[in-house]
């Protein structure tokens, strides 16, 4: 990396006095360092102490610039979603529930957890891959302002985050604006336009098994309910808890050394280099010094919008990208690719987790602990590892542990489980009106649970008199009824009512399931080095996996995952 701040630098050490002759004027030498002058010791931590702001500023710009990026690009992914899979997702339903069921149950328990699922798994990928795009989007916009304030920029090194000191106002003030914005949040992208692909799709499978118009009308208001319905899951789940690699860098490592572009602009400045000169340099990244035109709503193009269909890599130093032999020699890495080595690690991550499971089973909680804490470490971008961790923990009556796993997990969704097992934790330490916001939080995500309503008003013994009549137990699409006066019972949504008479059918039940995979995986999966979920270790890391590989026995064995996607799944009705 290149050199740190010249400007400030340590003292070196004092050198021990002579023997000879020179003793004395190399004592009083010694004595001025251990005496310097305040006033050079006062300009020195004035220095530091101004560094040390400035690179917090741009750490905490390009953190907050990723949370908005993740937010309008994940939203342009969800779109497609709608876009694409959607129509396929309410045909598979109405071909086995009738025409009239997606729309009479697009906010049942059984689409939304589907949603779920499959949107967690969307997200997983989605931190690190706008990650990558986001900070060089944003070391961009950094460069661009430099240039137009007419700091220098090394063609090999990039730009130094101490030649922005000068700067340092302007770059508080863009920080504050974007502090004064609402959190992001998932919402149809406004400049897409409506979902009239998904809807022309849908028709013309309808006329070609010759359904009838009305028929068509039902799965098109069932088209129109669950897309909606999808835009409300994904709110569920927070941009803030995801880009952990990145995060952790931004806030304790990289600011801690001194670090903001000086780490990123080796890499970025190659890259920036060449996009303009095969390209030149866009105008939209002129318009305004963030680099993003318009504002938050993006740019819009398709070759920067879609992060699904493109390849990536991570950021990483050149020493990474070969790996010394024994013999003394380099080679580069391997031809695993990005996605690839997020996949492999997903499947061990998996393996932890179902070995911490068949522990769970047996009552052997300690091992499950820590089976849940290595799928964890492996794969931490994956909330329900955290929500496994708290059920065991909870089983061994260690209720602050638990509820810290459960604070992790809503970090990044805000699912029922966490809310439960978290209100457990909370109730078993005295904390009961914590313990009630929780279960309110669980009747507001899912009306129809039984549980929460029953443990409300054993904690609330006032509120059962309010309650005339009972909830029916399970998981169901129905909500309970309202509940005058209550104070920790939530008014249930009231859904909006069908265009049309509800059906016979409307009430059947039906099954989403993932459809597992199965492949074939080394015996001993730890052969694979347990920090792949570092982005600047991937690289050393896929060499170190596939040289491990090499050298193993080669005994391969199958494992069946369950690994939710948008193409991967079935419905079936309910027994």
């Known amino acids: 990396m290149p050199a740190k701040y010249s400007h400030v630098k340590k003292r070196p050490p004092p050198k021990k006095p002579r023997s000879d002759g020179a003793a004395s004027s190399t004592h009083q030498h010694h004595q001025d360092h251990q005496h310097p002058s305040p006033r050079t010791d006062k300009s020195i931590s004035h220095a530091m102490s101004a560094v040390s702001k400035l690179e917090r500023t741009i750490a905490r710009i390009l953190l907050i610039r990723f949370e908005q990026d993740m937010a309008r690009l994940f939203s342009t992914h969800l779109y497609c979603v709608a876009l694409l899979h959607l129509p396929t997702f309410v045909l598979r339903c109405v071909t086995i529930g009738g025409p009239s069921w997606v729309a009479a149950n697009a906010d049942s328990d059984e689409i939304k957890d589907f949603f779920r699922t499959t949107i967690a798994m969307d997200m997983r990928q989605a931190g690190e891959r706008v990650a990558t795009k986001s900070v060089l989007w944003t070391y961009t916009a950094l460069r661009h302002f430099a240039k137009s304030n007419g700091i220098p920029i090394c063609q090999t090194r990039g730009l130094h985050s101490a030649r922005l000191l000068p700067h340092y106002d302007a770059l508080k003030a863009h920080l504050e604006s974007l502090e004064t914005r609402h959190s992001p949040a998932f919402a149809k992208p406004p400049h897409l336009g409506p979902l009239t692909e998904g809807v022309r799709t849908l028709t013309e499978a309808c006329e070609k098994s010759s359904r009838s118009q009305d028929w068509q009308y039902k799965v098109r208001e069932g088209y129109d309910r669950v897309c909606s319905t999808l835009w409300r899951v994904a709110r569920e789940f927070d941009v803030r808890g995801y880009g952990l690699v990145l995060r952790d860098k931004l806030t304790s490592k990289w600011c801690d050394c001194g670090c903001s572009t000086d780490h990123l602009s080796e890499v970025c400045e190659k890259t920036v280099r060449l996009e303009e000169e095969e390209s030149g340099v866009r105008s939209g990244k002129e318009r305004e010094w963030d680099g993003r035109g318009s504002g938050v709503g993006g740019w819009g193009t398709e070759e920067e919008e879609d992060m699904w269909t493109v390849e ?24 695993m690719t990005v996605t690839e080595l997020m996949e ?27 089976r849940y804490k290595d799928a964890y470490a492996v794969e931490p971008e994956m909330p329900h590892y955290q929500l496994n961790l ?100 939530p008014a249930p949504k009231v859904p909006k009512p069908l265009p049309f008479a509800r059906g016979v059918l409307d009430d059947r039940k039906l099954k989403i399931s993932t459809i597992p995979i199965t492949v074939e995986i080394p015996e001993d999966l730890s052969i694979f080095a347990a920090d792949t979920a570092s982005p600047s270790k991937t690289k050393a890391t896929a060499t170190a996996n596939a040289d491990a590989l090499k050298t193993s026995s080669g005994r391969m064995m199958k494992q069946t995952f369950q690994y939710p996607s948008w193409e991967r799944y079935m419905v079936s009705k309910a027994d």
Request: overall charge negative.
């Open 390 to 489: 708290a059920a065991a923990y909870l089983k061994v009556n260690n209720f602050v542990e638990a509820e810290k796993a459960c604070d992790i997990s809503l970090t990044q969704h805000k699912s029922v489980k966490a809310h439960w097992r978290r209100a457990q934790a909370r109730k078993a330490q005295g904390q009961t009106e914590d313990a009630l916001r929780d279960l309110r939080a669980v009747l507001r995500l899912q009306p129809s649970n039984s549980e929460a309503l029953t443990e409300i008003c054993l904690l609330c013994p006032s509120e059962a008199a309010r309650i005339e009549q009972p909830v029916a137990s399970g998981s169901s699409s129905s909500a309970p009824p309202p509940v005058q006066g209550s104070t920790w019972i």
């Open 344 to 370: 492999w690690r997903y499947l061990r991550a998996e393996r932890e987790k179902e070995q911490g499971n068949l522990a769970f089973k047996k009552g052997d909680y300690e091992e499950a602990i820590q």
């Open 312 to 335: 990536f890599d991570f950021i990483g130093t050149e020493h990474e990208l070969h790996t010394k032999h024994a013999d003394g020699g380099t080679h580069d890495c391997c031809d």
